[in-house]
Antibody
Framework: EVQLVESGGGLVQPGGSLRLSCAASGFSITGYWMSWVRQAPGKGLEWVANIKSDGSERYYVDSVKGRFTISRDNGKNSVYLQMNSLRVEDTAMFHC??????????WGQGTLVTVSS | SALTQPASVSGSPGQSITISCTGTSSDVGGYDLVSWYQQIPGKAPKLMIYDVVNRPSGISNRFSGSKSGNTASLTISGLQAEDDADYYCSSYTITNTHVIFGGGTKLTVL
């Protein structure tokens, strides 16, 4: 069974940092683009970042460029999101998602990030 | 900015509804890389359509996708109570953002 399990979320003060992890099981992430997608409370989906199968290409939504870094370890079958200089508006559920063609065919249940003083 | 979807649509069981998703030539209109997701509150999104018209394995053929110009559409035929959910479109975009979502549409099955 394919599973994506996120961890690392929590309560952090503005300006703080968190590192999110996404552990995949039931398939190898090697060969697949992977993304992080977030959803603020009561709001819609927002794509945050993605990374190519070999890590050679990475893309970010403008609002997180220079603050967030996506990475992967294919040997550990995991994807990561390092988040620095966190802002109140970054508060959201963060989901890890596997790319399939133009869509995301598997999603994790998410890890909640709350940025508040 | 986000793709444009209607905030809400509704229909009775057995009817058909269509949800639109309007973008620009930099995203929806320029590429056949539109996908649709169903989200039950509190759950992770579920892929319903990819590459404009394709259904993943296990998705009912009551769900279909199409595109004309800068607008993509999701049609659900034979509405069922279980279709009551939020629906989001997504597209590849040539802009720096790379991937863009619509604002979401709340489908109410009356």
């Amino acid at each position: 069974e394919v599973q994506l399990v996120e961890s690392g979320g929590g309560l952090v003060q503005p300006g703080g940092s968190l590192r999110l992890s996404c552990a995949a099981s039931g398939f190898s992430i090697t060969g697949y683009w992977m993304s992080w997608v977030r959803q603020a409370p009561g709001k819609g989906l927002e794509w945050v970042a993605n990374i190519k199968s070999d890590g050679s290409e990475r893309y970010y939504v403008d609002s997180v460029k220079g603050r967030f870094t996506i990475s992967r370890d294919n040997g550990k079958n995991s994807v990561y999101l390092q988040m620095n200089s966190l802002r109140v508006e970054d508060t959201a559920m963060f989901h890890c998602a596997k790319h399939m063609a133009s869509g995301f065919d598997y999603w994790g249940q998410g890890t909640l990030v709350t940025v508040s003083s | 900015s986000a793709l444009t979807q209607p905030a809400s649509v509704s229909g009775s069981p057995g009817q058909s509804i269509t949800i639109s998703c309007t973008g620009t030539s930099s995203d929806v209109g320029g590429y056949d890389l539109v996908s649709w997701y169903q989200q039950i509150p509190g759950k992770a999104p579920k892929l319903m359509i990819y590459d404009v018209v394709n259904r993943p394995s296990g998705i009912s053929n009551r769900f279909s996708g199409s595109k004309s110009g800068n607008t993509a559409s999701l049609t659900i035929s034979g509405l069922q109570a279980e279709d009551d959910a939020d629906y989001y479109c997504s597209s590849y975009t040539i802009t720096n953002t790379h991937v863009i979502f619509g604002g979401g549409t709340k489908l109410t099955v009356l």
